[in-house]
């Protein structure tokens, strides 16, 4: 899997031109985590979270990890125009995963690194 910083980027295009392979509108990245903030401002546009598209990863009742979903708008928020291109942003629970309390650094690589999936949505047709 590459590493990008996905949520710097306006050109979504640039994932459909420089990675091949895989499942059609579907790239795979690692990265570091985005800002907590709810809005991204790049040039030209911006990442909104979408906040139904956030929360928790369980398995057997512990969490596990987090998603946060990102939609890229066109133009100033907040009346930039929805695009097709989202993010989802996969990160593990740093309590999860046992690492000596003492390693402050990995314990930092834990927690800001994510593997991300960008998806280009087609829209419905509208009948």
Not at 74 to 92: A, C, N, Q
């Amino acid at each position: 899997m590459t590493r990008l910083q996905a949520s710097k980027s306006n050109s979504c295009n640039q994932f459909s031109d420089d990675f091949k392979g895989g499942e059609a509108n579907e790239w795979f990245f690692f990265s570091t985590r985005s800002k907590d903030d709810d809005v991204i401002e790049l040039d030209g546009g911006y990442y909104a979270i979408d906040p139904e598209g956030a929360g928790p990863i369980t398995w057997e009742g512990k969490t596990v990890g987090y998603v946060k979903t990102l939609n890229f708008y066109k133009g100033s928020s907040p009346d930039g125009k929805e695009t097709e291109w989202m993010v989802e942003e996969f990160r593990v629970n740093p309590e999860f995963v046992p690492v000596d309390n003492d390693d402050r650094s990995t314990q930092e690589k834990i927690e800001n690194l994510v593997a991300c999936k960008i998806s280009r949505v087609q829209p419905e047709p509208e009948w």
